[in-house]
């Protein structure tokens, strides 16, 4: 009796593999949630977990596939075009980088471009078929064959065969050894707090106001007082 109560209760948790106490996970391997863990689940899904503290668990391809009982989703061929693989990456410096098995299944489809990812962080790749350093994505927003869009908005048109080959934080060179100077982005001014009895600057020092004193126009920079006085605001 206790040997088919025991099958039973292993039928029940390959049927679920994120279940409320434990989660089982492709390869066969068990982990028990520990109380505070499976207090934390809100709701379990066909594709993710929702927990009470507002963090969301997405399940990659394999993973949903097994939860929800279904055969395992079909993969594109694996064909690579450069150093960066379903696998790993291969380094010019040979300190190659080998994935684990998350890592190889976040990996959905490798272009000569730039890895599309399952959790949706994609990476761009550069002429070499290498991932951009940060910096680079973060001011590169999209580029492209024949041009090329910065974070700061500048949008460039790139003659043939011509490629960004370095970003640094105030710009980027071309191969063609043109540089592209990135535009500052300023802050949008505060306002100041005006009332009857006084004045509170953007940079936030107040200014009390006299009886009878008021504001008669007040802009970006400054307020004019029916005194005629002007009072400039410290940028």
Not at 72 to 89: K, L
Request: net charge negative.
């Amino acid at each position: 009796m206790k040997l088919l109560v025991a099958l039973c209760v292993m039928a029940v948790g390959v049927s679920a593999q994120y279940g409320e106490s434990g989660i089982i996970f492709p390869d066969g391997t068990l982990r028990q949630l520990t109380p505070e863990e499976a207090a934390n689940i809100a709701a379990i899904g066909q594709s993710g977990v929702v927990f009470k503290d507002g963090s969301n668990k997405q399940f990659d391809m394999d993973f949903a596939a097994l939860h929800n009982n279904l055969p395992a989703p079909a993969r594109p061929e694996e064909v690579t075009f450069g150093p960066y693989g379903y696998h790993g990456i291969i380094k010019p410096d040979g300190n190659n980088v080998q994935f684990s098995h998350d890592q190889h299944s976040n990996v959905v489809l490798v272009g000569p471009s730039g890895v599309i990812t399952a959790d949706g962080k994609n990476l761009q790749l550069d002429q070499d078929g290498l991932p951009l350093p940060l910096r680079r994505k973060r001011a590169v927003a999209l580029e492209g064959p024949s041009g090329v869009l910065f974070a700061d908005g500048q949008l460039r048109h790139l003659p043939v065969g011509v490629t960004v080959v370095s970003v640094g934080p105030s710009g980027a060179t071309l191969s063609n050894g043109k540089h592209v100077q990135f535009r500052e982005k300023r802050s949008a001014p505060s306002t100041a707090v005006i009332d009857e009895s006084g004045i509170i600057t953007p940079s936030g020092r107040p200014i009390h106001l006299p009886l009878g004193t008021y504001v008669v126009n007040h802009g970006p920079s400054g307020i004019l007082l029916n005194t005629g006085e002007s009072i400039q605001f410290e940028l």
